[in-house]
C-alpha cells in the first residue's frame, strides 16, 4: 500500500521558523509531538518523520528547498513512494483567508501561493489536495511578501495555537477518510 504524504510549507532556516509563511511546517511539528516523532530523515532535499494512523503510513515532508522550490522536493517523494495524488495533502499559510480559517480542496489553483503552485508545476496537474491555513492579508500598504515573512502578532499566535491543532486533526481526519469528507467537516471552522 501506498503512503500518506503530508508535505508542510514553509522556508528553512533559523530567521523564517516562526513565520506567518511557515505555517505547514509548524502544522506538522504539532502532528509530529502528537505522534511522538521526529524529523530525523533527510530524503533528497526534504526532512522526513513518519508515523502510523491506523494501518496508514503516513510521512510528513519537510521541504528544505526555499518554499518557492517546493516542487523540487515533493515531486521525488512522490514517484519513489508510488504515492497517489489523492493521498498527498500540501498544508500552507492562505493570505485570503482570516487568521484562523481553514480551507481544504481537493484541486484548484494555488491561489497566489508560491509553493503550491510549483508543486503544481512539477507535479503537472493542480488536482493536489490541499489544507490552506489563513494567515491574514496585512493592512494597507504593507508587502505581503514582507507580512507572510514576519511572525504572527501575539493576538494572533494565541489563535494559531489553537488552530494548529485543529490542523492536525483534519490532517488524520484526511488519511482516515478522504479529502471529500474532511472538506465536510473542516472547511469554515474557526
Avoid at 517523494?77 to 497517489?84: G, K, Q, T, W
Avoid at 484541486?107 to 496537474?125: D, F, N, P, Y
Wanted: aromatic share 6%; net charge positive; with cysteine.
Amino acid at each position: 500500500m501506498s503512503p500518506f504524504l503530508i508535505v508542510g510549507l514553509g522556508n528553512p532556516g533559523r530567521e523564517y521558523r516562526n513565520t506567518r509563511h511557515n505555517v505547514g511546517w509548524m502544522a506538522l511539528d504539532v502532528l509530529a509531538e502528537r505522534n511522538k516523532v521526529l524529523f530525523l530523515r533527510k530524503q533528497g532535499p526534504a526532512l522526513l518523520a513518519e508515523f502510523r494512523l491506523g494501518l496508514e503510513k503516513v510521512i510528513m515532508v519537510k521541504p528544505q528547498t526555499y518554499m518557492n522550490l517546493s516542487g523540487n522536493a515533493v515531486r521525488p517523494l512522490v514517484s519513489f513512494y508510488n504515492v497517489p495524488l489523492s493521498q498527498v495533502l500540501v498544508v500552507g499559510d492562505d493570505l485570503d483567508l482570516p487568521v484562523g480559517s481553514l480551507r481544504v480542496r481537493a484541486s484548484g489553483s494555488s491561489g497566489g501561493q508560491k509553493g503550491l503552485r510549483h508543486i503544481c508545476e512539477q507535479l503537472g496537474t493542480q488536482e493536489i489536495p490541499r489544507l490552506r491555513v489563513g494567515i491574514d492579508r496585512p493592512s494597507s500598504g504593507r508587502d505581503p511578501a514582507d507580512y507572510v515573512l514576519h511572525p504572527f502578532s501575539k493576538e494572533q499566535q494565541e489563535i494559531m495555537d489553537v488552530v494548529l491543532r485543529e490542523v492536525t486533526d483534519a490532517i488524520e481526519y484526511f488519511v482516515q477518510n478522504g479529502v471529500d469528507a474532511t472538506m465536510q467537516k473542516f472547511n469554515g471552522k474557526k
